[in-house]
């Protein structure tokens, strides 16, 4: 059966998947004052429980004071947050699952909109979210030392508590990519640069530091995007050539796998070539991948935040491109965000079961 294939067990390093099925980091602001709960722990291990094969968390923030932008989003610092983040990986892993966390510092933001702020203004390279819009400082290299530390230690605190993996959020517009970025990167210094290669150094310090904390045997994800919130048609690389630079100092550095986010899995990445953004990250690396991006809806995620509703979709063309082996692991976000069944179902080829997805699954732990 040509599902089959999603169904593969997968090893690398700390992991061992009993399936290809990822569920994809989403924020849900359900813990508050940094602290996940008790919903939130149950949340993790219904999904665990119905066979997804690699849980990653929510972003959860390093020990930095501005960064987050929302006090409800999980910390991953503090003894309160760690303990709470300790029974989600004791529910999970009693549920039969793999899990790790997202680490996350979310560099400069908006405000916001409940209107509350972090103590000390957000920070990043060059004070910026995005081109002309500034709402924080610019780094010192103290700054940017300490930081680099602090995704160190929560790297050290995941493995400690028992975590199977960690992944650092590289993608988006966050702290990570806003140093890849030209648009919010204007430093002059080595953390600067006019190339890529060069605005990486960021990231190769982290993921170098993670590595050294966690040690050769625990698998490092790093999620990355070429497009930003900011800006949904950049692309930080325009050619396999210029991909192939970004991306071979970061596996150098550490990185296991390579979580390569799209909004539709489906975009070929060049001209040329219907190889996605997973595609060529493993061709260019030779590391394992994931894709991610409207698997199995109709609709793309940042629509879904307007309001947008999505109707299932066949996997079709997913099982096709992973059975040629353009990638390893496929996320899916949405679709188990609404249901924590979505695995058995598609496993058990229940299809008129499957919900899609709309805007009020958002408003609760499901
Ligand atoms: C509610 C919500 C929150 C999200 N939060 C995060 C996040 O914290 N970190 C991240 O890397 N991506 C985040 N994303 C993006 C998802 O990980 C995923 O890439 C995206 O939803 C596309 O997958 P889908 O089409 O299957 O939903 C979020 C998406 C949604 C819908």
């Given at each position: 059966?040509?599902?089959?294939?999603?169904?593969?067990?997968?090893?690398?390093?700390?992991?061992?998947?009993?399936?290809?099925?990822?569920?994809?980091?989403?924020?849900?602001?359900?813990?508050?004052?940094?602290?996940?709960?008790?919903?939130?722990?149950?949340?993790?291990?219904k999904r665990?429980?119905?066979?997804?094969?690699?849980?990653?968390?929510?972003?959860?923030?390093?020990?930095?004071?501005?960064s987050?932008?929302?006090?409800?989003?999980?910390?991953?610092?503090?003894?309160?947050?760690?303990?709470?983040?300790?029974?989600?990986?004791?529910?999970?892993?009693?549920?039969?699952?793999?899990?790790?966390?997202?680490?996350?510092?979310?560099?400069?933001?908006?405000?916001?909109?409940?209107?509350?702020?972090?103590?000390?203004?957000?920070?990043?390279?060059?004070?910026?979210?995005?081109?002309?819009?500034?709402?924080?400082?610019?780094?010192?290299?103290?700054?940017?030392?300490?930081?680099i530390?602090?995704?160190?230690?929560?790297?050290?605190?995941?493995?400690?508590?028992?975590?199977?993996?960690?992944?650092?959020?590289?993608?988006?517009?966050?702290?990570?990519?806003?140093?890849?970025?030209?648009?919010?990167?204007?430093?002059t210094?080595?953390?600067?640069?006019?190339?890529?290669?060069?605005?990486?150094?960021?990231?190769?310090?982290?993921?170098?530091?993670?590595?050294?904390?966690?040690?050769?045997?625990?698998?490092?994800?790093?999620?990355?995007?070429?497009?930003?919130?900011?800006?949904?048609?950049?692309?930080?690389?325009?050619?396999?050539?210029?991909?192939?630079?970004?991306?071979?100092p970061?596996?150098?550095?550490?990185?296991d796998?390579?979580?390569?986010?799209?909004?539709?899995?489906?975009?070929?990445?060049f001209?040329?070539?219907?190889?996605?953004?997973?595609?060529?990250?493993?061709?260019?690396?030779?590391?394992?991948?994931?894709?991610?991006?409207?698997?199995?809806?109709?609709?793309?995620?940042?629509?879904?935040?307007?309001?947008?509703?999505?109707?299932?979709?066949?996997?079709?063309?997913?099982?096709?491109?992973?059975?040629?082996?353009?990638?390893?692991?496929?996320?899916?976000?949405?679709?188990?965000?609404?249901?924590?069944?979505?695995?058995?179902?598609?496993?058990?080829?229940?299809?008129?079961?499957?919900?899609?997805?709309?805007k009020?699954?958002?408003?609760?732990?499901?």
């Amino acid at each position: 059966m040509k599902k089959d294939i999603l169904f593969q067990p997968f090893t690398l390093k700390s992991l061992h998947l009993r399936n290809r099925i990822v569920m994809a980091p989403m924020t849900r602001s359900f813990s508050p004052n940094g602290i996940p709960t008790e919903e939130v722990a149950t949340y993790y291990s219904k999904r665990a429980a119905a066979q997804v094969g690699l849980i990653l968390s929510e972003g959860t923030v390093i020990n930095r004071p501005s960064s987050s932008n929302d006090p409800n989003i999980p910390h991953f610092y503090g003894e309160e947050s760690l303990k709470g983040w300790q029974k989600v990986i004791q529910g999970v892993h009693q549920a039969g699952g793999q899990m790790g966390p997202q680490i996350w510092h979310m560099g400069v933001m908006y405000n916001h909109h409940s209107g509350w702020v972090p103590p000390v203004p957000f920070e990043g390279p060059s004070g910026l979210n995005k081109p002309d819009f500034t709402n924080g400082v610019t780094m010192t290299e103290k700054d940017i030392y300490d930081t680099i530390a602090a995704f160190g230690q929560a790297a050290a605190d995941a493995k400690r508590l028992g975590f199977d993996c960690v992944e650092l959020h590289g993608a988006h517009g966050y702290l990570i990519d806003q140093f890849f970025w030209e648009g919010t990167n204007l430093r002059t210094d080595e953390f600067g640069g006019k190339t890529v290669v060069e605005r990486s150094k960021f990231a190769i310090e982290v993921i170098k530091e993670v590595r050294r904390r966690v040690g050769e045997d625990f698998t490092i994800i790093l999620r990355l995007s070429q497009w930003k919130p900011q800006d949904y048609t950049f692309k930080l690389t325009k050619t396999p050539q210029e991909m192939e630079a970004w991306l071979t100092p970061l596996a150098d550095a550490g990185v296991d796998i390579f979580h390569c986010s799209q909004r539709r899995f489906w975009d070929s990445e060049f001209d040329g070539s219907d190889l996605n953004f997973a595609g060529w990250a493993k061709k260019l690396t030779g590391k394992a991948t994931i894709t991610v991006g409207s698997i199995g809806l109709s609709g793309e995620f940042l629509a879904a935040f307007k309001g947008e509703s999505s109707q299932p979709q066949s996997i079709e063309q997913l099982l096709e491109r992973m059975d040629r082996g353009e990638f390893d692991l496929a996320a899916v976000g949405r679709s188990l965000l609404a249901d924590p069944n979505w695995v058995e179902k598609i496993r058990d080829e229940r299809t008129a079961e499957l919900k899609g997805f709309t805007k009020e699954a958002l408003g609760a732990l499901l």
